[in-house]
């Protein structure tokens, strides 16, 4: 199993990017995957993952109606669409697969790890 995630960057508050995992070794469709991220200072927490197939969803709260969690099937890929970026979402940002989602609370005891992609928001 490996995991490659790309698309960090600075971007200026209000502003979108997108992340990409590009994941190898297995089949993103029959696994359970998501987004973490770990701002300076701070624990690492689960931003949003995905059932295996279209099982269900989490989003954390900070991040609800601004991140959208979506997957090609077809290309084996994982994207992770943030608008209306804030600075407090500035954060290096992990790719994660195979373990327990729970749409209401959260995303626990994945397995792997992609390396982290640096997302810094600021003017």
């Known amino acids: 199993v490996q995991l490659q995630a790309s698309g960090g960057g600075l971007v200026q508050p209000g502003g979108s990017l997108r992340l990409s995992c590009a994941a190898s070794?297995?089949?993103?469709?029959?696994?359970?995957i998501g987004w973490f991220r770990q701002a300076p200072g701070k624990e690492r927490e689960a931003v949003t993952c995905l059932s295996k197939k279209y099982d269900g969803s989490y989003y954390a709260d900070s991040v609800k109606g601004r991140f959208t969690i979506s997957r090609d099937i077809g290309k084996n890929i994982l994207y992770l669409q943030m608008d209306r970026l804030k600075p407090e979402d500035t954060a290096v940002y992990y790719c994660?697969?195979?373990?327990?989602?729970?749409?209401?609370?959260?995303?626990?005891?994945?397995?792997?790890w992609g390396q982290g992609t640096l997302v810094t928001v600021s003017s």
């Open positions: 994660a697969a195979d373990g327990v989602v729970n749409s209401q609370s959260g995303c626990y005891d994945f397995a792997s």
């Open positions: 070794g297995f089949t993103i469709y029959d696994h359970p």
